[in-house]
């Protein structure tokens, strides 16, 4: 990945620009851990980086950045915010550049994430960024609290960074947090949610959780974690949690959290309920009603049939064996049958279900 990396960094400065790896690919890199996305900054414009590179998808105009996917990798490639107001043509190149590289990493949220790679290799660490990862510590870069004023999801990329990493807070971030807290009313809830899901997905969510609950972002954040259950999922959590009603959620999600909760709210787990609802949703609901997952497990796997596909016979066969057309009765014979197969009152053999329909419907 980092060989990948390099040579995406050599194509750009073999055309005469400068270009780095900053942020998570580095801080991640020292830390041992890989990832596939890569940030890199460059004296490159967009423009240039597309001439450079053919196989490029979805500029992000609105950052100036450029989205290059390259095998299974991902690079965003940013030009540097600010050109340095100092260059002039008696300073040498290179001083220029370190210039523009640091006016574009003090833009940068976390020491941690301003340590940049050049085409070599090579740390590059203008901010004292190394440090703080080897301590692994998160500082703002300048003052917190201005900082977390200027963009308050400042404050959630630190708890997630806490939670993901297992870093701690400085004092001085713990304290900014406390004081601007209620800024992260200004978010807006996409943004929220999707740094929450981040955190939420994450098998240290608890320990991103009991932050936010401690550092009192829960009320800010209009989230309600007094029934939080933790050893789900994403999906789990949220369910199990009082949202806002303005968080949004795609259809999907809604239609599983809906579903959990309905569940949820049923008294029985029979198999009936195991059923209609599937083991993922059985899981989940059981699991916020404290049942054992591989009692769940079990019983889901003792189910006589797990979709209506595995039912021994047809609506069509039905209506040849009663005689009858298509009809609303039809789908009530079939969901009565669904039911008694799965309470073990008939079994799933053709010959058992035609008794029994003969028996009851003719
Ligand atoms: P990861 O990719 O693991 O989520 P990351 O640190 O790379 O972590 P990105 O969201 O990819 O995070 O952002 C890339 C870099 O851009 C960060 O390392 C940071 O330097 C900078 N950055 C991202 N979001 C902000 C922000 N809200 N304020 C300031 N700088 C930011
Ligand atoms: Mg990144």
Redesign the pocket.
Known sequence: MLDTALRILNEITNQGFEAYI????V??YLLGIT?N?V?ICTSATPKDIKEIFENITLPRVDYGAVRLNFKNYRF?IMTFRKESEYSNNRQPLEVKYIKDLLIDLQ????KM??VCMDKNGNIIDLIDGKKDIENKIINTVGDSISRFVE?P??IL?AVRFYTTLEFELSDEVKTAILRTKNELRRLSYQRKKEELD?IFCHKNAKRGIDLIIKLGLDEELELDFKHCVYNTDLIGIWSSIGVNGKYPFTKSEKDLINKIKEARNLDNLDNAVLFKYGLYVNVIAGTIKGLDRKEIGEKYNALPIKTQDEVNITSNQIMGVLDMEPSKKIKEIYEDLINNILCGKVENNYEEIVHYLIEKYK
């Open positions: 900053v942020g998570g690919f801080r991640d990832t996305d940030d965003d833009r940068r949220d976390f994430n301003t963009d999801l400042r990329r981040k």
